[in-house]
């Protein structure tokens, strides 16, 4: 199961947040910055997921972007790979090219692919066009 999804800079700087279990707000500070500081002190050449605790780290280097996902240790680190590649494809398709100001100035519309995504901290939905089909809809509306 999906703990958290997490969207960092190279600087550390949390630029998403998503949590699928709950962790109070005072924890979620200091969850993060051990995640992000964890997954950011590795090297290029050094796997990509980390056992921390009671959960493991799955990330992924985009540019500047850091995609971190906390998962419990029965998930299959493979899947969870997949699914940011998955992720930033789709992130991609919609905004043309991913950057940090894309991710902070249309929050919302990043939150709705995550939910499109991932339920209750599993992943329902990985067809690109179908993800899209919400933002597609309301960008419509909006337009017309």
């Known amino acids: 199961m999906i703990k958290f999804v997490l969207m960092v800079n190279q600087q550390g700087q949390t630029r998403l947040s998503k ?3 709950p962790v109070e707000l005072s924890k979620r500070a200091a969850l993060e910055a051990v995640a992000v500081r964890c997954c950011l002190s590795r090297g290029k050449h050094q796997c990509s997921f980390v056992e921390y605790k009671d959960f493991k780290l799955v990330y992924r280097q985009y540019a500047a972007l850091y995609v971190v996902v906390g998962v419990t240790d029965s998930e299959n680190e493979l899947s969870i790979y997949e699914l940011i590649q998955n992720f930033v494809e789709v992130l991609d398709k919609y905004f043309s090219r991913v950057v940090s100001s894309s991710i902070m100035f249309n929050l919302d519309s990043v939150h709705i692919i995550l939910d499109e995504m991932i339920q209750n901290g ?4 990985t067809n690109k066009s179908r993800i899209l089909a919400p933002l597609t809809a309301i960008d419509k509306m909006a337009d017309g």
């Open 19 to 21: 949590y699928y279990e």
């Open 122 to 125: 599993h992943i329902v939905e």
